[in-house]
């Protein structure tokens, strides 16, 4: 073995009333019982002799019958931890093995499958093609976290998604909690212009779900004015969304087009 787990907890209480001679003996035995993976054979002068300590005869005696149980059957000591963790290391070890194969098992079958490939391809110009972008097995760094994509889609403000993933890690948003983000979320894009709303990173990191309940009981609901001309789309507009004035659009069929859409969200969360 190369190494043990040593819990110092245990050893601690266990060996708290030894002197530090005792302390020192039992764990040369211990040393000695992982470095053979063996239970220490009964022959006390060849115990004495690894240990190094030839007139302390009655302290490893001691030690032994203490810390050791002996097999009457086979004359040796055995120490039940020191079994285990013997065990538990050998079948790390193989597992490890196992993985080990496995893998070049895996290298072999696509070295074998790319090498087939170039065999059976006589036209050169493919074989650059198909090679010329080798393939890795680097993960790809903007894979969503579940639920994300939803939230993205309803929150409708499309900025900040990488620094939005990992404060949607950090939140922790688990199912039981999913519905509600995603719920405060299509409430909060329907009822703020998108000029308006918090950046989907500051929204999430602030837990807004939380801070920021609207309760669409108490609103009213806006009137829904006329939009055949120009002034009665301008007057729908100010009537439902804010100041013409501060919006953003270049012509009045752009703001009645998000006027209609306004209102078309409003029907879903209503």
């Given at each position: 073995m190369h190494?043990?787990q040593?819990h110092?907890?245990?050893?601690?209480?266990?060996?708290s009333?030894?002197?530090?001679?005792?302390?020192g003996?039992y764990?040369k035995?211990?040393?000695?019982?992982?470095?053979?993976?063996?239970p220490l054979v009964?022959?006390?002068?060849l115990l004495?002799?690894?240990?190094?300590?030839r007139d302390?005869?009655d302290?490893?005696?001691?030690?032994?019958?203490?810390?050791?149980v002996?097999?009457?059957?086979?004359?040796?000591?055995?120490?039940?931890r020191?079994?285990?963790?013997?065990a538990?290391?050998?079948g790390y070890?193989?597992s490890?093995s196992k993985?080990?194969?496995?893998?070049?098992?895996?290298?072999a079958?696509i070295?074998?499958?790319?090498?087939?490939h170039v065999?059976?391809?006589?036209?050169?110009?493919e074989?650059?093609?198909?090679?010329?972008?080798?393939?890795?097995?680097?993960?790809?760094?903007?894979?969503a976290?579940v639920?994300?994509?939803?939230f993205?889609?309803?929150?409708?403000?499309?900025?900040?998604?990488?620094?939005?993933?990992?404060e949607?890690?950090k939140?922790?948003i688990?199912?039981?909690?999913?519905?509600?983000?995603?719920?405060?979320?299509?409430?909060?894009?329907?009822?703020?212009?998108?000029q308006?709303?918090?950046?989907?990173e500051?929204?999430i990191?602030g837990?807004?779900?939380?801070?920021?309940?609207?309760?669409?009981?108490?609103?009213?609901?806006p009137?829904e004015?006329?939009?055949?001309?120009?002034q009665?789309?301008?007057?729908a507009?100010r009537a439902?969304?804010?100041?013409?004035?501060?919006?953003r659009?270049?012509?009045?069929?752009?703001?009645?087009n998000?006027v209609?859409?306004q209102?078309e969200k409003?029907?879903?969360?209503a």
């Amino acid at each position: 073995m190369h190494y043990y787990q040593h819990h110092i907890g245990d050893f601690i209480k266990d060996t708290s009333y030894l002197t530090n001679e005792e302390v020192g003996i039992y764990m040369k035995l211990i040393w000695l019982y992982y470095d053979t993976e063996q239970p220490l054979v009964d022959d006390i002068r060849l115990l004495l002799i690894k240990l190094n300590c030839r007139d302390k005869k009655d302290e490893v005696l001691n030690i032994l019958h203490l810390f050791f149980v002996f097999d009457d059957e086979n004359s040796l000591w055995r120490h039940t931890r020191c079994d285990k963790e013997i065990a538990e290391y050998h079948g790390y070890i193989e597992s490890k093995s196992k993985a080990g194969k496995a893998s070049a098992e895996r290298r072999a079958i696509i070295k074998a499958t790319s090498v087939e490939h170039v065999l059976n391809t006589s036209n050169t110009d493919e074989l650059l093609t198909t090679n010329r972008k080798p393939i890795t097995n680097k993960p790809i760094k903007d894979i969503a976290p579940v639920g994300f994509d939803l939230f993205w889609d309803l929150y409708d403000k499309k900025r900040g998604r990488p620094k939005a993933i990992k404060e949607w890690l950090k939140a922790k948003i688990d199912d039981n909690l999913l519905q509600t983000v995603l719920n405060q979320a299509q409430k909060y894009s329907a009822f703020t212009e998108k000029q308006f709303r918090k950046d989907p990173e500051r929204w999430i990191k602030g837990r807004h779900w939380e801070d920021e309940v609207i309760v669409f009981e108490k609103l009213d609901k806006p009137k829904e004015l006329p939009l055949g001309t120009d002034q009665q789309i301008e007057a729908a507009y100010r009537a439902e969304c804010g100041d013409p004035a501060k919006s953003r659009f270049n012509s009045y069929f752009e703001m009645k087009n998000f006027v209609i859409a306004q209102r078309e969200k409003r029907k879903l969360v209503a």
